[in-house]
């Protein structure tokens, strides 16, 4: 089950094995050029390929060291000249973690399970950097307040682990979510000097144990969410979407996989 970006991307999601992968702006990514050797997959359908393939993240790490390909980016859709840079975040359900980017044009692969919180920037090797600093901070004294990408990592990294440690389904999920809203931009809210850094437009939740993926839109004043266990995933299941609307304005509640209707896959935008 997948959340699409403009209709022609995966951004997020998670599979049946509960394999969780979500993608965010970098703006440093630089992706190699083709060398007419290696094979190479359009940006738009790399985090699908994870959710497609692999059950764990550590499959997904063996298997990309093993059988490497480039990836090759393309304008975001509406907008001539820019071209998407993103990297990514694969968690499981065993907890481990892993974060890939393209830097310089070649592949980072970070993979700890003690890894818990990627922003849009700077590259990872320079967010735990951040992280160490801030560890000698008091968090409940001190946290850095900005909308800045290295700001709500601070904070989200220090509140991760100071909210409750439980396995009450209801309770986790809520808790995660006071932390991703405690790293959000507000709504409206840009900045001039980092144009990629913008309003939060959403935020999910991912329960990889019960398998419960839970949706926030931005201009929404319900939580929704997607119970995994009730949906079929057999092939001629066929293709379902549930449609949020321009700026997931549409308002939903509750559990909601009777609400998916069958439709066309998207097509995925193709690299330039």
Known sequence: MVVSGYNVSTVDGMNEPGLVVNAQWLVNSKYPKDDGKTPR?????????FLDNFATVAEAVAHIRANPFHVATGEVPGQTGRLATIHLSLSDATGDSAIMEWVDGKLRIHHDRR????????????QLAI??????????????GTSRATD?????SFYINAIPQTDNPRIAAASVFSV???ASVPYGVSLSDQPNLSTTRWRVVADQKDKLYYFESAISP???????KKVDFSAKSGVRTLDLGNNQQIVFSGEVSSRFVAAKPFVFEPAQ
Request: aromatic share 20%; no cysteine; proline share 6%.
């Open 41 to 49: 997959m359009s940006l738009s359908i790399w985090p699908q390929y």
């Open 115 to 126: 890894y818990q919180v990627m922003t849009n920037e700077p590259v990872f090797e320079d």
């Open 131 to 144: 992280a160490q600093y801030w560890q000698q901070v008091d968090g409940l004294t001190f946290l850095p």
């Open 152 to 156: 709500r990592f601070a904070r989200a």
């Open 180 to 182: 991703i809203r405690n």
């Open 222 to 228: 319900n939580v929704f969410w997607v119970d995994l």
